[in-house]
């Protein structure tokens, strides 16, 4: 007599066919004699999964191969009813687990699990089920990628089947990557079911699906035979051998704990693995053995040389060698050891590998326990090794100490909403618990570092080695000492408005000036020469080519007269008395911008509204700039400091005013005319940017675009229509444009030599004049290298160019094909290097005597 099967539905839509026995499926393990009537009545479900039930009853009645009857009923309470009566006219397989061999070890392998996800029953999830049942392999079905990864985080299915034939359910290259993000997916087979392709179309590229995770694909065929086939090739290669993989970790966790020194090298003698006996035994640390060829026969030995020769000789013959000899440990003593080196042959009977098995020689047990005193101490007293507090873990109170470690994060373990860097924590934590002594201590370091705040700013060996760059990097990306003083550096309450008016209407655009905006569109042009015809007005002339080359207008919806007196507002807003933040360091910045949206790679990864929203951030993202750094803004106390908590102070009084500005008069607003869910879009862009420019959160930009743009890029064909999308998506087209907006913003060491030499000259000059109102206002100096009467300026752009802008233009140019850029910048740096050769100081070389 056979049980009823039953079946469970989660509130996500992840549907569980069990048995009275918990199985996985209803065909594995049930058997149902001929004549037996299996009967599913008062099971209720939630109305949003409610869809997902049909299709389980009807896979229950198919596998009766009779008819079968279902009724739906409406309760009172919003739910459905359903029943269903089935009858079953033959007897499925009785599954059991097999035994399988990997080397000496004998293994039980449980029947295989398979999960198809397929958003609509068809033939070919049919015949896909009826394979697995054929098979004998459990199966699951999953409607929805969030109930697929639910049911797969349960299970630790062996092969996923994913439908990838209508992708207006779901992308099947989205579920995959959601379940490859998952830690159980390393061993999982998962398989695309794709289209066929029509006659004539060449065949489509598997570099795609391949980028997405999938192991393997399958040519839409609703034939049991050929979905069968499929699976027991997938089963008898890929699973099984994953399945022997999987039992490698045993193996090497025996060595992790056995008590005896373990080597394993290569046919070269190369180390490849010591486990940590062999560390406490020699007083080595595995970081300095491992990939390296040690010597451990002391040069004192006279029979070195022929002892290396006699063991050489066996072991090349494949032959087993075991003796007695000296070892050099770390701390430079000798020590009597017995060995056993055995050979390990591969494929074509080649010797691969050289296991070595070593403990101490025993001639007295006082020598025995000296011998493993010295080696724990010597351990002890290297630079990395265990404190008091990990060495107590090892006595007899260790299990309890644990236990009451690990059982203050239980409660964390069951949370149901957790933030990125707590599932990160979670799983560190839990890989503790099965993790040997060393593992936990180093996983302990790893906790100590991921609880610091700046995980993405590198940290400066000795700030007297490089005081510059000490300097920048306390002056650009810190917020100061937040020392406030008797004497406060406010900011003036009426700073801007003395400047805000508009100025008259612009005439039409000089000759001159149309005539030097023609070179707009080359790296070379030269801003300065705008600002002198301009009389420092180069924004609104700039903007105005730029914004009309891009269609901006067109876009907003907004006429020119609207965008020329929001450029003049604008321009208005910068100070003038700045010597590096005004206006014409904003036009610079929008001429770089404008330049890499015109690049062919950033063009087609983002849309026009990426473009408009870039080129409104270049041109609004210094506005009112007092010339000062956030650090002395913050130690100053003053009113912009206090009204952002010290956070990012400037650039978001940059964004906040740009935008108060804008829609203050309806004669400058140029957003008045767009849609309210697409201006919160662009505003939202906009701000974004503005705040990537920050300098504190550098080296994280940096590091997530190269991390998911540049790598990706380089390990795959950059035609690939998947990579292709992967860099469309909307994450990282934020990342390609805060990365857009950082390099425009910071160009200047890569501009022709001129150009760099007066940009770095002014930029100079607002830091000198930032150091002297310091010093007057008695506050703390936050780059005391800029010191008009000692600074160096060489030494100060070597500075700059080594820790922020060679990375970060390296990625870029990789990104974006900037080759110019870089050429200018390895020639500027030259220039640089040479003045500081010259122990010059100054902008330029002195004349000739």
């Not at 001639?363 to 630079?383: E, F, G, P, W």
């Not at 400047?499 to 023609?518: F, G, H, K, R, Y």
Request: proline share 5%.
């Amino acid at each position: 007599m056979g049980c009823a099967p039953s079946i469970h539905v989660s509130q996500s839509g992840v549907i569980y066919c069990r048995d009275s026995d918990e199985s996985n499926s209803p065909h594995q393990t049930t058997t149902i004699s001929q004549g037996t009537a299996a009967t599913l009545h008062g099971l209720f479900i939630k109305t949003d999964a409610a869809e997902t039930i049909p299709s389980v009853i009807t896979y229950q009645s198919r596998h009766s191969r009779n008819n079968s009857h279902r009724d739906r009923k409406e309760n009172s309470g919003g739910h459905i009813c359903i029943e269903a009566e089935t009858q079953t006219s033959h007897t499925s397989v009785k599954v059991s687990a097999t035994e399988e061999c990997v080397g000496p070890m004998r293994l039980t392998q449980e029947p295989i699990q398979v999960l198809l996800v397929f958003a609509k029953e068809d033939s070919q999830s049919d015949a896909f089920w009826w394979a697995c049942d054929r098979a004998g392999f459990r199966c699951n079905i999953a409607r929805t990628p969030e109930s697929a990864v639910e049911c797969f985080l349960d299970k630790h299915h062996e092969i996923i089947v994913i439908d990838g034939r209508h992708s207006r359910y779901f992308e099947p290259e989205t579920v995959c990557r959601l379940i490859r993000a998952t830690k159980p997916s390393e061993n999982t087979v998962i398989l695309a079911v794709v289209p066929q392709k029509p006659p004539d179309q060449d065949e489509p590229s598997v570099l795609p699906l391949l980028c997405a995770g999938f192991s393997r694909r399958f040519v839409e065929n609703s034939s049991v035979s050929a979905c069968y086939n499929e699976l027991i090739q997938i089963e008898h290669g890929e699973v099984r051998c994953q399945f022997k993989l999987r039992a490698c970790h045993a193996i090497f966790t025996a060595l992790e704990q056995c008590q005896e020194a373990v080597e394993i090298t290569s046919e070269d003698h190369v180390i490849q693995y010591v486990n940590p006996a062999f560390e406490r035994m020699m007083g080595y640390h595995k970081g300095e053995l491992i990939g390296k060829e040690l010597t451990e026969l002391p040069k004192s030995d006279r029979n070195r040389a022929d002892l290396l020769d006699t063991i050489n000789t066996c072991i090349k013959k494949g032959k087993e060698w075991q003796g007695i000899y000296y070892a050099r440990k770390k701390s430079g003593e000798s020590m009597q050891q017995h060995v056993k080196i055995t050979p390990v042959t591969g494929q074509g009977g080649k010797i691969r590998h050289f296991v070595a098995i070593k403990r101490p020689h025993i001639d007295n047990n006082n020598q025995v326990n000296q011998t493993m005193c010295n080696s724990l101490h010597h351990r002890d007293r290297r630079k990395d090794s265990i404190d008091a507090r990990s060495l107590s873990s090892r006595g007899s109170d260790a299990p309890s100490l644990q236990n009451r470690r690990y059982s203050s994060v239980a409660r964390i373990h069951s949370m149901t909403i957790e933030a990125p860097i707590t599932k990160v924590i979670n799983i560190i934590n839990a890989a503790q618990e099965s993790s040997p002594v060393t593992v936990a201590e180093a996983l302990d370091r790893v906790l100590e570092i991921l609880r610091t705040t700046e995980l993405y700013s590198p940290q400066l060996a000795s700030k007297e080695d490089d005081p510059h760059t000490n300097d920048l990097v306390g002056g650009l990306m810190s917020d100061g000492l937040r020392r406030l003083s008797g004497n406060e550096y406010v900011f003036c309450k009426n700073m801007s408005q003395s400047q805000l008016a508009i100025p008259i209407t612009l005439n039409d655009v000089p000759p001159s000036i149309a005539e030097m905006l023609n070179d707009e569109e080359c790296w070379e042009f030269n801003i300065l020469e705008l600002e002198a015809a301009t009389h420092k007005r180069p924004l609104t002339y700039l903007g105005l080519k730029i914004f009309t080359s891009f269609g901006v207008c067109d876009f907003l919806n907004c006429s020119e007269a609207t965008l020329r007196s929001w450029l003049q507002l604008m321009e208005a807003s910068y100070h003038s008395s700045n010597s590096y933040h005004n206006s014409t360091h904003a036009a610079d910045v929008l001429h770089a911008t404008a330049y890499f949206l015109r690049k062919e790679r950033v063009k087609n990864n983002l849309d026009q509204l990426d473009e408009v929203a870039a080129l409104i951030a270049a041109t609004v993202h210094d506005v009112d700039h007092p010339g000062r750094t956030n650090s002395f803004l913050c130690n100053a106390g003053s009113e912009l400091a206090i009204l952002y908590n010290d956070t990012a102070v400037l650039e978001s009084h940059h964004a906040a005013l740009a935008f108060q500005l804008t829609v203050r008069d309806s004669k400058s607003n140029i957003f008045k005319n767009i849609d309210r869910n697409q201006f919160r879009t662009l505003r939202q862009a906009i701000i974004d940017m503005v705040l990537a420019t920050e300098m504190t959160r550098h080296f994280e930009h940096v590091s997530k675009f190269v991390n998911s743009i540049n790598k990706p890029m380089a390990s795959v064909n950059s035609d690939c229509e998947g990579q292709a999308n992967n860099r469309n998506s909307p994450e990282n087209r934020l990342l390609i444009k805060r990365m857009l907006i950082k390099c425009a913003d910071v160009a200047n060491p890569c501009r022709p030599l001129e150009l760099c030499i007066e940009w770095a000259g002014r930029i100079s000059e607002e830091y000198f004049a930032q150091t002297d109102e310091e010093k007057r206002q008695g506050l703390p100096v936050v780059m005391p290298v800029f010191d008009r009467n000692t600074c160096s300026v060489p030494k100060s752009q070597i500075s700059f160019i080594d820790y922020f802008i060679t990375d970060m233009f390296d990625a870029w140019d990789a990104f974006a094909s900037l080759p110019g850029l870089v050429e200018h910048l390895s020639e500027n740096y030259k220039y640089w290097k040479r003045l500081d050769e010259m122990k010059c100081k100054s902008l330029r070389p002195p004349p000739p005597s």
